[in-house]
């Protein structure tokens, strides 16, 4: 069996994906190049990440771009970086990005995704230094040809999901993806250019002691939130919160805990992105065993009805998620 030397160690992502190709028997290599696509622009991205600080020092390091502009965002950067790559790649019909209003429709007609992303998530804290990240979801489309159709290739739930990821701009630069056969991390090493499996098949804690949430918005939760996070407290558990998803999401996975975003008054249906924030990450927990929520229903089973829809999220270690749902079942979490 090919896939189980993907396992061994100093495995390279472009190795893995072609071992692990033999998981899809139809498989004729699209996915594989996609997944090499996105991990290609997330190396130019990583690189922008590094030097973002320095952008502003002008000259005296080179590090104006040499039409002299005003240097943009790094989200603004990072979208186009993805974009391009998956435009050039071939392999995507149409995007749906945070950072665009409207669908992208790359006009390739043989193009058998559809790629929705965050391509920087918590561009705030970029210029604080703390650790940013690339959120995406992979869908086949269900239409054959032409142009994608809104309601039929765009809008389609968690559970069409052929892959999702994430990328962790942080100590270390990390891609964590899931095809549905498990959840596999990749750690990037600069001097070569490469990722290096380093955490392979990831496994969710089924239990943690650590929660994520913003207690500064304690005053908008719902009364089942708040009795569920002074439980926490009695419990003597840890708070972290980082303020960035994908470094709260990454650590809680590893080391089990729960990161919650509830509907606040200032966000009644909750802040983050259902269609690539919420199913992407939602995916990968439940790949590893832990379990993503809006209070009501699966995350994966919510059908979006717009492409920037928010949800309240509760995504993290399965008990922790059903010790919070028990406190809500006393009250009804809004969605
Ligand atoms: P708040 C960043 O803006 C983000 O989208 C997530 O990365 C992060 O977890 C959350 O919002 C932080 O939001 O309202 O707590 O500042």
Redesign the pocket.
């Known amino acids: 069996d090919q896939s189980g030397l993907a396992y061994s160690v100093g495995t390279t992502l472009d190795r893995f994906i072609k071992l692990k190709q033999s998981d899809f028997p139809f498989a004729s290599g699209e996915l594989s190049q996609l997944l090499r696509d996105i991990a290609l622009a997330s190396k130019i991205v990583n690189r922008e990440t590094n030097r973002a600080g320095l952008s502003n020092i002008g000259g005296a390091f080179g590090q104006t771009n040499v039409q002299g502009e005003e240097q943009q965002k790094l989200d603004v950067i990072a979208n186009i970086r993805f974009i391009r790559a998956l435009s050039k790649g071939g392999e995507v019909c149409a995007i749906v990005s945070e950072e665009e209003d409207a669908v992208i429709d790359l006009n390739n007609k043989s193009g058998k995704y559809v790629v929705a992303i965050d391509p920087l998530?918590?561009s705030?804290?970029i210029d604080v230094n703390i650790s940013i990240g690339t959120i995406f979801s992979i869908y086949r489309r269900k239409t054959p040809v032409g142009s994608p159709i809104l309601e039929e290739d765009i809008m389609q739930q968690g559970t069409e999901q052929v892959a999702s990821g994430y990328v962790l701009y942080g100590s270390s630069t990390m891609l964590v993806y899931t095809t549905g056969f498990g959840v596999n991390g990749f750690t990037y090493e600069h001097s070569l250019g490469e990722f290096f499996l380093s955490h392979p098949m990831i496994k969710a804690p089924e239990s943690g002691s650590i929660y994520s949430i913003?207690e500064g918005?304690q005053e908008d939760w719902n009364p089942g939130i708040k009795e569920y996070i002074d439980d926490c407290k009695v419990k003597k558990y840890s708070a972290r919160?980082i303020?960035?998803?994908?470094a709260?999401f990454h650590r809680n996975l590893l080391k089990g805990g729960i990161y919650i975003?509830p509907a606040t008054k200032k966000n009644p249906n909750g802040?983050?992105r259902l269609m690539y924030?919420a199913n992407a990450l939602a995916f990968i927990a439940e790949q590893a065993g832990a379990v993503a929520t809006d209070g009501n229903k699966r995350i994966l089973e919510i059908q979006p009805t717009s492409l920037h829809q928010r949800t309240p999220l509760l995504i993290g270690s399965k008990n922790m998620v059903a010790e919070a749902l028990q406190f809500s079942n006393k009250t009804e979490f809004s969605t």
């Open positions: 998530d918590g705030s804290n913003n918005t919160y303020g960035s998803l994908v709260d975003y802040k983050l924030e």
